[in-house]
């Protein structure tokens, strides 16, 4: 989903998202909006797939609900 972080971020709010493919292009740029807001639910990944060139990165994820953290 290109320009869209709104929606991406509603759609994993209310459970519809089933898969995420995400292109990681090394860039610095600044300020702008981000996909994963500060607050809000965590929400665990599993990766499923990815492929590496000196490029770019693609990984595909599914979402995996709740995290689980370690307690001491």
Same mark, same amino acid.
């Given at each position: 989903m290109h320009g869209s972080g709104t929606l991406? #971020?509603?759609l994993l709010k209310n459970d519809l +998202? @089933?898969?995420m493919n995400l292109l990681i292009i090394p860039v610095v +740029? *600044?300020?702008g909006t981000r996909l994963f807001p @500060? /607050? *809000? &639910? @965590?929400i665990a990944l599993d990766l499923v797939d #990815?492929? /590496? /060139?000196p490029r770019h990165n693609d990984q595909v994820y599914r979402p995996a *609900? #709740? &995290?689980q953290y370690a307690t001491d």
């Amino acid at each position: 989903m290109h320009g869209s972080g709104t929606l991406v #971020r509603w759609l994993l709010k209310n459970d519809l +998202v @089933d898969e995420m493919n995400l292109l990681i292009i090394p860039v610095v +740029v *600044g300020q702008g909006t981000r996909l994963f807001p @500060d /607050s *809000g &639910p @965590d929400i665990a990944l599993d990766l499923v797939d #990815r492929e /590496s /060139s000196p490029r770019h990165n693609d990984q595909v994820y599914r979402p995996a *609900g #709740r &995290p689980q953290y370690a307690t001491d």
